[in-house]
């Protein structure tokens, strides 16, 4: 019987789509035992999660086909072979270049954004000496001293009180971002860079930026940069810059 139509027949029959009479034939024949084993494992395999299994699997199997075949007709059995396959080792060449590549651009990612992180100065004054104030006070002293754990912590509690405080709000993202804590630097910078109306929305939005960056999140940095490319502010260059090293 002609390979390819033995393989569809499989198919057909793996489906439950093979009329009863051509069942009988197909699981009657010894010589079609071999290939029907092997079509079976790969359907149950294709059921599991264990892609790597799977991967052996194919490539164990298909090299075994391979060296029993003349070398003429070895290229149209691999692509019969396959044949059922094909959307799975497509999906399965893509996870395969994502974990190759993720690696790549995290550096990437983490190189820029070592290269163009400056901290920021401090313009927020120290208060009185209530409570809350105190918080401010020392987040200030830490931050000027580059105490980065001290001032994250004082800011945040200051932060937390005064919710409205934007410059407050502001610099315990920033010292987080310092600190490395990326997802509470994002979370922090976006409520001054979306809030519109402050002295911190442009710094903001560039620290987003770069968070966004160091989070090897490249689609939302880009879009953040060119916000702030659209707009007349000190960040401008800064950002075309960047943008031109992310291309």
């Given at each position: 019987m002609d390979k390819e139509v033995l393989y569809e027949k499989i198919e057909a029959y793996l489906d439950g789509t093979l009329p009863a009479s051509e069942q009988q034939k197909?699981?009657?024949?010894?010589?079609?035992?071999?290939?029907?084993?092997?079509h079976r494992e790969l359907a149950s395999a294709i059921g599991e999660t264990d892609v790597l299994r799977l991967e052996n699997l194919l490539m164990t199997e298909g090299k075994k086909h391979l060296a029993n075949l003349e070398v003429p007709h070895k290229k149209a059995k691999l692509m019969l072979f396959f044949k059922k396959y094909r959307a799975l080792a497509a999906g399965l060449a893509i996870l395969l270049m994502a974990a190759f590549l993720l690696p790549i651009f995290t550096q990437q990612g983490n190189d820029l954004f070592s290269e163009h992180f400056k901290d920021y100065p401090m313009y927020l004054n120290t208060r009185s000496a209530n409570a809350a104030d105190n918080f401010l006070d020392k987040a200030i002293q830490c931050y000027?001293?580059?105490?980065?754990?001290?001032?994250?912590?004082?800011?945040?509690?200051?932060?937390?009180?005064?919710?409205?405080?934007?410059?407050?709000?502001?610099?315990?993202?920033l010292t987080a971002l310092q600190l490395e804590k990326t997802t509470e630097a994002i979370e922090y910078l976006q409520i001054v860079a979306n809030d519109?109306?402050?002295?911190?929305?442009?710094?903001?939005?560039?620290?987003?930026?770069?968070?966004?960056?160091?989070?090897?999140?490249?689609?939302?940095?880009?879009?953040?940069?060119?916000?702030?490319?659209?707009?007349?502010?000190?960040?401008?260059?800064?950002?075309?810059?960047?943008?031109?090293?992310?291309?």
């Open positions: 197909l699981t009657a024949d010894p010589t079609v035992q071999p290939e029907l084993r092997l000027v001293a580059r105490q980065f754990e001290c001032a994250n912590e004082n800011f945040a509690a200051f932060a937390k009180s005064n919710p409205d405080h934007f410059g407050a709000v502001f610099y315990t993202g519109g109306d402050n002295f911190y929305v442009e710094p903001a939005r560039w620290y987003l930026a770069l968070a966004y960056l160091k989070s090897n999140e490249k689609l939302k940095a880009e879009l953040v940069l060119n916000e702030i490319v659209t707009s007349n502010n000190d960040f401008k260059e800064k950002a075309e810059a960047l943008l031109n090293d992310l291309d």
